[in-house]
């Protein structure tokens, strides 16, 4: 592949090729490790589901109080990484972090299965628990509270947008010899992001 087979907007490129992981039958195209890191500097990654874009950025839902959602809060710069092994290609993205519009959170909480929902009221994420028995009951109990009636969105729930500031698209290659395209944004101008710069990078 060369640099001008590629589309000038890497959001757009992205898309493509998310369409194609779709396609092959990737097991889970959506897939997606989400890397953050404290204040001081420790960095921690798991692997998460990609939810869409908004506005340019990438969405990440989470229970507020886990571990991930404090350090994006603290330290709101993060990474996330795509591999789909059926068609051999990885795409990295790089950014800073913002908080989700609570109408987009509630929004998309609601298109979550019931289940699902409840789980987010019975789970304390990244908590300490005396067993699976515990969390189990604490679900039967929202259950028993919500009956009837529509889960409401949990105050310790929400979303944050990874706005991307550089975009690496990976094709594998023979010998190792991989196509490697970066996408970074340029310097802003009276406010507005700048435009995308596009470079091919050796293997």
Same mark, same amino acid.
């Given at each position: ?33 989400? @890397? ?21 950025? +990438? ?17 709101? =710069?993060?990474?996330?990484? +795509? $591999? ?25 909480? $609601?298109?979550? !299965? ?7 009221w019975a789970s304390k994420q990244s908590?300490?628990? !005396?067993?699976?028995? @515990? ?5 039967r109990h929202y259950e028993l509270l +919500?009956?009837? =009636? ?5 105050? $310790?729930?929400?979303g944050f947008l990874l706005v991307p ?12 010899? $991989? ?12 406010? =507005?992001?700048?435009?995308?710069? =596009? ?5």
């Amino acid at each position: 592949m060369d640099l001008t087979d590629l589309q000038r907007n890497p959001l757009a490129e992205f898309e493509n090729w998310f369409g194609l992981a779709v396609k092959s039958g990737e097991k889970h195209p959506d897939a997606m490790t989400l @890397a953050t890191c404290t204040r001081r500097g420790v960095p921690s990654a798991r692997v998460v589901l990609y939810k869409g874009l908004s506005k340019g950025a +990438f969405r990440i839902f989470t229970n507020l109080e886990s571990r991930k959602a404090r350090e994006l809060a603290a330290n709101p =710069r993060a990474a996330l990484a +795509f $591999h789909w092994k059926a068609i051999d290609r990885q795409v990295r993205i790089e950014g800073r972090i913002l908080p989700m519009p609570r109408r987009e959170v509630e929004n998309y909480f $609601h298109s979550r !299965p019931r289940m699902s929902q409840l789980g987010a009221w019975a789970s304390k994420q990244s908590a300490v628990i !005396p067993s699976r028995e @515990a969390l189990l009951g604490r679900l039967r109990h929202y259950e028993l509270l +919500f009956e009837g =009636r529509e889960v409401p969105l949990p105050g $310790h729930w929400g979303g944050f947008l990874l706005v991307p500031e550089r975009i690496e698209f990976w094709i594998d290659g023979e010998f190792r010899l $991989h196509d490697r395209f970066e996408y970074s944004r340029t310097l802003p101008a009276r406010g =507005r992001p700048g435009a995308w710069k =596009r470079v091919r990078l050796s293997p």
